[in-house]
């Protein structure tokens, strides 16, 4: 796709997912446009086309460009899809509506803490390390469930969905269905799942929410 026009892009790549959901009689997730190394001017035609759910990876990033776009259109949903310091936790609240990236009992208890003494509810996902990963983050698939009602019981969080990042050189279908099982053991009603190489396959597997990079803004 053409690099030059972000907003077309995402124009197309909705047209896409809603077309293939249609196809295969699937739920038609919502589109998150990771706008991770764009700056704002690069993220504006997006939003001029209609997109308002925006994905970053880093909070110091974030902060240098989503102010000033969420001042100019305040109905702009902002999630947390990396990993998250806890020294940044209170900066994080402030600025996003939702953090994907719940992955430790320490990190679950900051977020808890920030929210109350900002008076913040933001959208919380935990994320899965399906793959098992030694060098990714989340939780392991095997204490997925348990780590969900920590959140709940012991932090006081209500948690709505899981997100993953498969292994980059697997086949990501047995991953998404894994993310699907677990999410229904916990009785969670959100999937975080697909990427540009992928979105459609998870769009398959019941995503309700995919998270788009470079097939709308290329090459990073
Ligand atoms: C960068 C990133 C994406 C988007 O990746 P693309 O392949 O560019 O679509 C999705 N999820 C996470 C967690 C990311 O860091």
């Not at 086949?171 to 998404?176: A, L, W």
Request: aromatic residues 6%; negative net charge.
């Amino acid at each position: 796709m053409e690099k030059a026009d972000p907003g077309s892009n995402y124009l197309q790549v909705l047209a896409d997912i809603e077309q293939h959901a249609d196809s295969h009689g699937c739920e038609i997730p919502s589109l998150i446009t990771v706008s991770k190394t764009f700056d704002a001017d690069t993220i504006r035609p997006v939003i001029d086309a209609g997109c308002r759910i925006f994905g970053e990876n880093r909070v110091q990033e974030a902060q240098g460009k989503w102010p000033e776009l969420k001042s100019e259109t305040p109905d702009i949903e902002l999630h947390l899809i990396g990993p998250l310091q806890s020294n940044k936790t209170s900066d994080a609240v402030a600025l996003f509506d939702c953090i994907q990236t719940i992955d430790r009992e320490k990190i679950a208890r900051s977020i808890a803490r920030e929210m109350k003494r900002q008076e913040k509810q933001l959208k919380l996902f935990v994320q899965i390390n399906t793959g098992s990963e030694a060098q990714k983050a989340g939780i392991d698939p095997l204490e997925g469930v348990d780590f969900v009602q920590f959140c709940r019981d012991e932090a006081g969080l209500e948690i709505e969905g899981l997100m993953c990042i498969p292994p980059f050189d697997e086949n990501p279908g047995p991953h998404f269905a894994l993310l699907r099982k677990l999410a229904r053991e916990a009785g969670l009603p959100s999937l975080s799942m697909g990427m540009s190489g992928d979105y459609l396959t998870a769009t398959e597997f019941g995503a309700t929410h995919v998270r788009v990079g470079s097939a709308i803004f290329g090459a990073r």
